[in-house]
């Protein structure tokens, strides 16, 4: 299975995002609204889009990113590498100090994923919509480090590649 990581592409990884947000009927926002965003697409070796990283709501000062992620059905997508990138670009790359992302609280098998990757869950009532809860998961740079993950396959650390990917 050969991946390939698409940059520069921002508006439509974006676009994929939210449309499968919305398909999902994880989110009701169509779209981000943030003139700052940047995407990472991951592409199969049809060069067909099946998973995209949205980073958005960038704030420098607080050393802060939101992050979104989505992925069609069915395709090997997170690979060590996809974590590799997914984590370096707000730590390594914009020096955040923190990573935010949210999930639907009834959304387990990702909830399971951000647990593993050392990630504080925090469940929001309602948040989703008068019957829906939702889930805040942070990351900040000291808990990504000590993931396992970061720790089996040295994630921060930049090799020339993913530096200039990026």
Same mark, same amino acid.
């Given at each position: 299975?050969?991946?390939?990581?698409?940059?520069?592409?921002?508006?439509?990884?974006?676009?994929?995002?939210?449309?499968?947000?919305?398909?999902s009927g994880a989110h009701k926002r169509a779209g981000f609204n943030d003139?700052?965003?940047?995407?990472?697409?991951?592409?199969?070796?049809?060069?067909?889009?099946?998973?995209?990283?949205?980073?958005?709501?960038?704030?420098?000062?607080?050393?802060?990113?939101?992050?979104?992620?989505?992925?069609?059905?069915?395709?090997?997508?997170?690979?060590?590498?996809?974590?590799?990138?997914?984590?370096?670009?707000?730590? +390594? #790359?914009?020096?955040?100090?923190? /990573?935010?992302? *949210?999930?639907?609280? =009834?959304?387990? &098998?990702?909830?399971?994923?951000?647990?593993?990757?050392?990630?504080?869950?925090?469940?929001?009532?309602?948040?989703?919509?008068?019957?829906?809860?939702?889930?805040?998961? +942070? #990351?900040?740079?000291?808990?990504? /480090?000590?993931? *396992?993950?970061?720790? =089996?396959?040295? &994630?921060?650390?930049?090799?020339?590649?993913?530096?200039?990917?990026?």
């Amino acid at each position: 299975m050969a991946l390939k990581y698409v940059f520069g592409q921002d508006e439509l990884v974006a676009d994929f995002v939210a449309r499968s947000k919305v398909a999902s009927g994880a989110h009701k926002r169509a779209g981000f609204n943030d003139a700052n965003l940047r995407a990472i697409g991951i592409a199969n070796a049809d060069d067909e889009l099946i998973a995209g990283i949205v980073y958005f709501n960038y704030s420098p000062d607080e050393g802060t990113i939101e992050m979104s992620v989505e992925a069609l059905r069915g395709h090997r997508w997170l690979t060590p590498s996809t974590l590799a990138l997914m984590f370096q670009y707000p730590f +390594l #790359l914009c020096g955040c100090q923190m /990573l935010i992302t *949210k999930t639907a609280a =009834r959304n387990e &098998h990702v909830l399971r994923m951000l647990a593993a990757m050392n990630f504080q869950l925090i469940r929001v009532p309602r948040v989703a919509g008068r019957d829906q809860d939702g889930v805040l998961a +942070l #990351l900040t740079v000291e808990d990504w /480090l000590e993931s *396992k993950f970061c720790k =089996r396959y040295k &994630h921060h650390i930049l090799y020339g590649s993913e530096a200039k990917a990026a």
